[in-house]
């Protein structure tokens, strides 16, 4: 059996090792980090994530699902909170079957989950604090720098390396192993864009009995057309928020600077959550400003040597939801593909690649298109319309009309296949509402003429 070096126990990474371990590879994983069981935090990431269709399916193939669904609160719609103070807040269900819903879940409590079902494959070994510095391509060895207590107890060589049969970069959206790529490798193709816009994550703490001080079961929005602010419920009572708003311009993270600027910001622009957030400011100074990048390349594999997944390979903004998603099922795809071609890794790295590409490249594209519906489209009457008529059009024609939203979260309808579909059916319904219309014009207009003749 090969043996792969996996970079990386992030999300992908851990559920990634236990795929290969549930195949009987020997598996060496690496991380950078100190092991999360000892309280180490993903610090600069999002405390929680919406998990999903394609995620579950990735989970329930481990058996892993239930596991990690105990943990998670179930989120039915978008919550849209009005700027004018006083306004109730507008619910929207993701869709017509009110049992369809996406799931709040800690990174931390699942990131410890996926790596525990690694562990439990004895030929899965996993390295903490273990810092990949440099790929050697050809011979498939990783560079690591050690740090932590496996520093002291390896002083005397703080550089290990890690040879494998194939090394996988699951390093996230900064991946060491994609920046070896593109190295040595003259033709990898790489593309990286950030948006203007930056995040940061705020608190409201649970209620003094311990309880969701807003609606539990929905992702709160407030849409405030070139920026916004969403919460998202944590199984202690408590809403994780992010602010995401412009790193520059007239009032943005860069002018906002005083205590006042910043409490009188979020008082005009979400006045029903300054009330329930107490450590605003704290919060505000403390945490980070993360920033948001789309980033593109090619090829994700050389020879049967390298491969990328997750983010390492692809990583896309948050409006969607589902960089974790995609991550996941990138680990089923490439499973799949390993076990479709036990005796050719560089053909099964190859179809993989071929497989998921179009589908990154087409979430990555919805992903920043859907920041646009949701800092702004959410907020107006039409897009309240067009989701009934959408939960409408998909209660009559069953099977044949799918929202987007619908395809992309709860089924697992490649991205690109969705994206497409979506098209299609927007053209047939509103060629056809516009014909309807027009038909219905024209109609007028001669039964005035019969009446006037
Ligand atoms: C604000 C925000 C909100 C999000 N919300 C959602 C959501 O609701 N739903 C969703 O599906 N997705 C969401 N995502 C996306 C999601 O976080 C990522 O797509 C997902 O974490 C990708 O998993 P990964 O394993 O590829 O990368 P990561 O989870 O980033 O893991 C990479 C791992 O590699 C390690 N590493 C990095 N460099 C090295 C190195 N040199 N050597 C060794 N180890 C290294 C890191 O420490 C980390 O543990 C969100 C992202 C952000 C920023």
């Not at 070994?125 to 520093?151: P, Y």
């Not at 929202?403 to 709860?410: A, D, G, K, S």
């Not at 219309?437 to 001669?446: E, T």
């Amino acid at each position: 059996m090969p043996k792969f070096v996996l970079i990386g126990s992030g999300l992908a990474g851990g559920l990634l090792a236990a795929y290969l371990g549930r195949r009987g590879h020997d598996v060496d994983l690496y991380e950078r980090r100190a092991d999360p069981r000892e309280g180490n935090i993903v610090g600069g990431r999002s405390i929680n994530l919406a998990l999903s269709t394609r995620g579950i399916h990735a989970l329930e193939q481990l058996g892993i699902a239930d596991e990690v669904l105990r943990h998670a609160i179930p989120m039915r719609g978008r919550m849209i909170h009005p700027a004018t103070a006083g306004r109730a807040p507008i619910f929207v269900p993701y869709d017509v079957d009110p049992n369809k819903h996406i799931n709040s879940i800690g990174r931390a409590a699942l990131n410890t989950t996926v790596i525990e079902a690694a562990q439990r494959y004895p030929n899965v070994r996993v390295h903490f604090n273990h810092k990949c510095t440099d790929i050697d391509l050809d011979s498939a060895t990783a560079h690591l720098a050690v740090s932590g207590v496996e520093a002291a107890v390896s002083a005397a060589n703080p550089q290990v390396t890690a040879k494998g049969d194939a090394v996988i970069g699951v390093d996230g959206a900064f991946s060491a192993v994609r920046q070896s790529m593109q190295k040595q490798l003259a033709e990898f193709e790489y593309d990286e864009s950030y948006l203007a816009h930056g995040y940061k994550e705020l608190t409201i703490p649970p209620g003094p009995d311990g309880s969701w001080r807003m609606e539990k079961e929905a992702l709160h929005i407030w849409p405030r057309k070139s920026f916004m602010m969403i919460a998202l419920p944590n199984p202690d009572g408590s809403f994780t928020c992010t602010l995401f708003w412009e790193f520059e311009g007239p009032r943005s993270f860069a002018t906002t600077k005083t205590d006042d600027e910043v409490c009188d910001f979020f008082r005009e622009e979400f006045p029903d959550a300054v009330p329930l957030m107490p450590t605003l400011l704290e919060d505000f100074r403390q945490n980070p400003t993360g920033s948001l990048v789309t980033i593109r390349c090619a090829p994700w594999f050389y020879k049967d040597k390298v491969a990328l997944v997750g983010d390492a390979a692809h990583a896309v903004v948050p409006f969607y939801g589902q960089g974790m998603n995609a991550a996941f099922e990138d680990c089923v795809v490439l499973d799949e593909c390993l076990a479709e071609f036990p005796d050719n890794r560089e053909r099964a790295f190859a179809e993989y690649f071929s497989q998921r590409k179009e589908n990154a490249n087409a979430l990555a594209d919805l992903a920043v298109q859907n920041f646009i519906e949701m800092r702004d489209k959410t907020a107006s009457r039409t897009f309240r319309a067009k989701k009934k008529l959408d939960h409408l059009l998909e209660a009559a024609l069953p099977g044949f009309y799918l929202p987007l939203y619908t395809m992309v979260t709860f089924t697992r309808i490649p991205y690109a296949t969705a994206a497409q579909r979506a098209r299609y059916q927007d053209r047939i319904v509103y060629g056809s509402l516009i014909g309807v219309g027009v038909l219905g014009f024209l109609l007028l207009i001669g039964l005035f003429r019969l009446i006037a003749g």
